[in-house]
């Protein structure tokens, strides 16, 4: 179910997690634990996933986003996002359901609130100040990346009072499987250098976690690198490598509920 779990006991009660693909109720090629894709898989399937993951990490309500990769952060608050109803994680994808926010950063201070991301080669980049109890979870792709979303993740944090925050990179398609149009990769590493790549064949590619490596260190925030290449781990879901039928996996970020 995870590739990687941070307990909030053991990391000052703030709980990372980024899921795979296994140990889900999804029937699809994208494999069982499919967070997103409801146009495809069975949102009643994507529903009982999330219950399994919130269950799974003892946390009650979860928020996501309709994702447009833009540099835009939801603050998630009582008043700003209505976490409280089942399913709510799937917005209109439901009968009945919200419309999920066009954003693709959020960041809050409620506690017992997972805050999810939802990627398939994309970066999903997590954040959290445990002292000051602010949380945040970003979604990095080419575009958000050059748009500027991790400095406009650790702005909005600054915003809630967080001073020393961490950041944790997940899984994401590498530097050498990511390849672009030159043209493309031109532009990219005009924004952020660090994003310069290529593939083991030489051509143009570009390194997604290394740019958001190096936003974070231009931003102060000291991060760790999570997972391995979407592309080449097949527990991963992949959208360059399973195309239109890709699942996605979950990044979520956490304040555990004080005992
Ligand atoms: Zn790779």
Redesign the pocket.
């Known amino acids: 179910m995870f590739v990687s779990l941070l307990e909030p006991s053991s990391n000052g009660g703030v709980g990372i997690a980024f899921t795979d693909r296994l140990g889900g109720m999804s029937r699809g090629s994208y494999g069982p634990l499919n967070l997103g894709r409801t146009d495809v898989d069975d949102p009643a399937a994507v529903v009982a996933n999330f219950a399994l993951v919130r269950d799974r990490l003892g946390v009650s309500r979860a928020a996501t986003l309709h994702q447009v990769h833009s540099a835009d952060v939801l603050v998630v608050d009582e008043a700003s996002y209505p976490v409280g109803r089942p399913g709510g994680e799937l917005g209109a994808s439901l009968p009945g359901g919200l419309s999920l926010p066009e954003a693709d950063a959020m960041a809050t201070r409620l506690l017992d609130v997972a805050l999810c991301i939802r990627v398939a080669d994309c970066v999903p980049v997590l954040f959290a100040d445990s002292d000051a109890g602010v949380v945040a979870a970003a979604h990095a792709g080419r575009v958000g990346l050059a748009a500027g979303v991790i400095g406009a993740t650790v702005a909005a944090m600054r915003d809630l009072g967080a001073t020393t925050i961490r950041a944790w990179i997940g899984p994401h398609?590498?530097g050498?499987?990511y390849e672009v149009p030159a043209a493309m990769a031109h532009e990219v590493v005009g924004v952020v250098p660090e994003t310069r790549s290529t593939t083991r064949l030489g051509t143009p590619a570009l390194d997604l976690g290394a740019g958001c490596e190096a936003e974070l260190a231009r931003a102060g925030v000291p991060s760790v690198r999570v997972g391995g290449?979407t592309?080449?781990d097949p527990t991963l879901h992949s959208h360059r490598r399973d195309g239109a039928g890709a699942g996605r996996l979950g990044a979520l970020v956490w304040l555990a509920r004080e005992t």
């Open positions: 398609v590498c050498r499987c290449c592309v080449e």
